[in-house]
């Protein structure tokens, strides 16, 4: 059983022989205590999934309100080059669709280190890619 919490960098930097592609991979931790040279044969109970394997998302059209709105706006953003679909409309459509509309988005945490780019007076500067 491992206590730590990992974030989306680390499976793939604990079992990749590639170098990392960022600074983000590259600090990632490892997750050796998931690892072992023994293994184990103790026997275990699978769980059944909850959610179909198989299951798509509903047509937009077959969407009502904020539902139809977040996925408009999530079918309009640039997923082919990395980092230029927009950080904040990506973040509340994940918010919303996993907590629902009604729960208050934790707007003050958003942006860098949680305060903003803007907060802090900065912005993006696109003319460094």
Request: net charge positive; glycine share 6%.
């Amino acid at each position: 059983m491992a206590s730590t919490t990992w974030m989306g960098t680390a499976p793939p930097r604990s079992s990749s022989a590639l170098p990392p592609m960022n600074q983000f991979d590259a600090l990632a931790p490892l997750m050796r205590e998931c690892f072992t040279d023994k293994p184990g044969f103790r026997p275990y109970t699978s769980l059944a999934n909850r959610i179909a394997l198989d299951e798509m998302n509903p047509p937009v059209l077959a969407l009502r309100g904020w539902a139809r709105e977040w996925a408009r706006k999530s079918l309009a953003m640039n997923f082919k080059q990395a980092d230029e679909a927009d950080e904040d409309t990506l973040n509340r459509i994940l918010w919303y669709s996993t907590r629902g509309v009604n729960a208050p988005y934790p707007a003050q945490l958003a942006g860098a280190h949680g305060r903003g780019l803007k907060a802090l007076g900065l912005r993006v500067n696109r003319s460094m890619e």
